[in-house]
């Protein structure tokens, strides 16, 4: 398995080459994603080191790196990438609850829609393989920010409150993105990338 590992990197070190480009050892990185399934077999084997090289220089393991915003984990629940959002969203939360005595209700919405929701909803495609209880925790940031927005009390229904905003709440917003995005994949209309249709194959592209 650790040959097989191996020959990827070789290949990419290779085409770097020929290609002039030179991989940063500093900031390369690899992770062994593995379900219960292959961690059970390697664990029986007794050995849980496995030394990845490019060009005879050892790369460092990780449990988790975050790649294009998004953090992903060697168990791909995404636990550690849901930690980081909800620490992100109080910091902004904190910000708008500092500034929204000395705004009208309109500005802060815009703050929210501009500044808070980018960053909620960015990534969220990845709630299939989320538990309930990590959505939930971004579901309770937004509700912080309706009452905010609102200057609601603290027990303030969260469906009266979004309604007077028009919102969707985050498990419903990110569950119809996903929902597109299966669409998108199953329309010819739209042109998905190579790499997802590989990953989502129809029966009828097999035929």
């Not at 191996?6 to 085409?15: E, G, H, I, R």
């Not at 059970?40 to 050995?47: A, Q």
């Not at 829609?113 to 989320?130: A, E, F, L, Q």
């Not at 199953?186 to 129809?202: D, G, I, R």
Request: aromatic share 6%.
């Amino acid at each position: 398995m650790v040959h097989d590992i191996n020959c990827d990197p070789a290949a990419l070190n290779q085409w770097s080459i020929q290609n002039k480009m030179s991989i940063n050892d500093a900031k390369t990185k690899f992770m062994l994603i593995s379900g219960k399934r292959l961690e059970k077999k390697i664990l029986e084997k007794g050995n849980m080191d496995i030394a990845v090289k490019v060009d005879d220089t050892q790369i460092t393991e990780v449990n988790c790196q975050k790649v294009l915003g998004v953090t992903i984990d060697n168990r791909l629940n995404y636990e550690e990438h849901i930690d980081r959002l909800c620490r992100k969203l109080s910091k902004q939360l904190g910000l708008l609850k500092h500034i929204s005595p000395h705004l009208k209700k309109q500005q802060r919405e815009l703050y929210f829609n501009r500044v808070i929701k980018p960053t909620m909803m960015y990534g969220s495609v990845i709630g299939d393989n989320c538990n309930a209880e990590c959505f939930q925790r971004v579901l309770k940031l937004q509700k912080r920010a309706a009452r905010i927005i609102l200057d609601a009390e603290k027990m303030a229904p969260s469906i009266v409150m979004f309604n007077t905003l028009n919102w969707l709440p985050f498990t419903k917003e990110s569950l119809i993105k996903r929902i597109m995005l299966a669409y998108k994949r199953v329309n010819s209309a739209y042109n998905t990338p190579s790499y997802l249709n590989s990953l989502s194959a129809q029966n009828s592209d097999r035929h």
